[in-house]
């Protein structure tokens, strides 16, 4: 165990987040105006600049917006707005423990949108005159329906036998890219239980947490699972994070999730890998002035390792911060390309080797500077897509 982990690159392609930053002032323009009607919408263009046309009728007053497992309906009439988005009809059989559940959620951790039982259905419902739609509490409303009806579907489904009431836009991945990818996550945990035993007999366990944790979030960046796998990924990742949980009781989390991952069910693996309509985003976007603010405890810290050659931690210091960045944020393709690139070339390096070209991303980012080894990767790419075009070698 002398050299870097592996690195392999996400199947999903660009990190880049369709919304559009400089829209935002014009939905606040608009909004100032009395504009209200062309306020909401524009909180629309402002996800993605075709997503009205795409869902709304040709008077701009009824939208119907898939995400996930739900479809989001909200229609402007008479001076109001209403929202409704069917969630989960109850289960034929004892309801109770779900509507519980239920109630508990309008309490916390939903603070404007809220949950109602219709006849059968739970529904995600929001109403007010259209002048109080004022944008930041109206995204909160779409961010609140759209998020948490992610965090509990496959929960409720699970626990309660809900039943979904419309059936997820998605499109699977093909049976190959199936086996790809379950080859290649099975490889990915291999490859972290072999540093933890390394770690354990150097009696070093914080490295253990490290390569655990890094793990749980390489497998969301490569494979981006969905479903009832995503939510339990995501869970084991926020208990190994909880602050209240002693580092034992963290390591153990992580460990057994990637042990679960081991003996996991082949056609439920499956079934968690696909892509899905969305509206509101999951992961926030960023900017480079936010992406600096993140990286910068990061890359003092590793500057403290590297001065005292400590090339492992300084390796996994930054490989574990930009984890965190694919893990958390939309990032934009300028920077996901040096991250991308550092992780790629540090790849199976030795420690030093490793550390130094991490560094160079890491700092290269903070000083809005390309490194090197990205405008090589860069030649190197339009070369090979030339002589792809022309026959050469």
């Not at 529904?123 to 259209?130: A, G, I, K, Q, R």
């Not at 070093?204 to 939510?231: C, H, V």
């Amino acid at each position: 165990m002398n050299q870097a982990p592996t690195y392999d690159k996400s199947l999903m392609g660009s990190t880049q987040s369709k919304i559009n930053p400089a829209y935002w002032d014009s939905v606040l323009s608009e909004y100032e105006k009395g504009n209200h009607k062309d306020a909401l919408v524009g909180i629309l263009h402002y996800l993605d600049p075709d997503l009205a046309e795409r869902t709304g009728n040709s008077e701009r007053t009824k939208f119907t917006i898939p995400h996930g497992s739900i479809v989001v309906n909200f229609e402007i009439k008479d001076g109001h707005v209403k929202i409704r988005a069917p969630f989960l009809r109850l289960p034929d059989q004892n309801p109770i423990p779900l509507l519980r559940q239920a109630a508990q959620i309008n309490f916390n951790p939903l603070k404007i949108a809220q949950v109602a039982l219709e006849d059968q259905d739970l529904v995600f419902h929001y109403s007010c005159p259209l002048e109080l739609c004022e944008p930041y509490k109206m995204y909160d409303v779409f961010y609140e329906i759209c998020t948490y009806s992610d965090a509990y579907d496959d929960d409720f489904i699970e626990k309660f036998n809900a039943r979904r009431i419309h059936e997820p836009i998605i499109k699977h991945l093909a049976a190959e890219q199936q086996d790809l990818v379950w080859t290649k996550v099975q490889d990915i945990v291999k490859e972290a239980f072999d540093y933890n035993n390394f770690f354990e007999e150097k009696r070093i366990q914080a490295f253990s947490w490290d390569m655990t944790n890094i793990t749980l979030k390489r497998i969301e960046y490569y494979a981006a699972p969905q479903g009832a796998l995503r939510s339990k990924l995501e869970k084991a990742i926020n208990q190994m994070q909880n602050r209240n949980t002693s580092f034992q009781d963290q390591l153990r989390i992580g460990r057994e999730f990637l042990k679960k991952l081991q003996t996991y069910k082949r056609e439920e693996f499956d079934q968690d890998l696909y892509l899905a309509e969305t509206f509101i985003p999951y992961k926030s976007r960023t900017n480079l002035e936010k992406i600096k603010n993140t990286l910068k405890s990061a890359r003092d810290r590793a500057k403290d390792e590297r001065g005292k050659s400590d090339f492992m931690a300084s390796t996994f210091t930054i490989i574990y911060e930009f984890y965190n960045l694919f893990y958390y944020y939309n990032v934009q393709n300028d920077i996901a390309e040096i991250v991308m690139a550092g992780l790629e070339q540090a790849s199976g390096k030795g420690w030093k080797e490793a550390s130094d070209i991490l560094w160079q991303a890491i700092d290269g980012i903070m000083n809005d500077s390309t490194p090197v080894f990205v405008q090589t990767a860069k030649k190197q790419k339009s070369k090979s897509f030339l002589s792809s075009l022309f026959g050469k070698s």
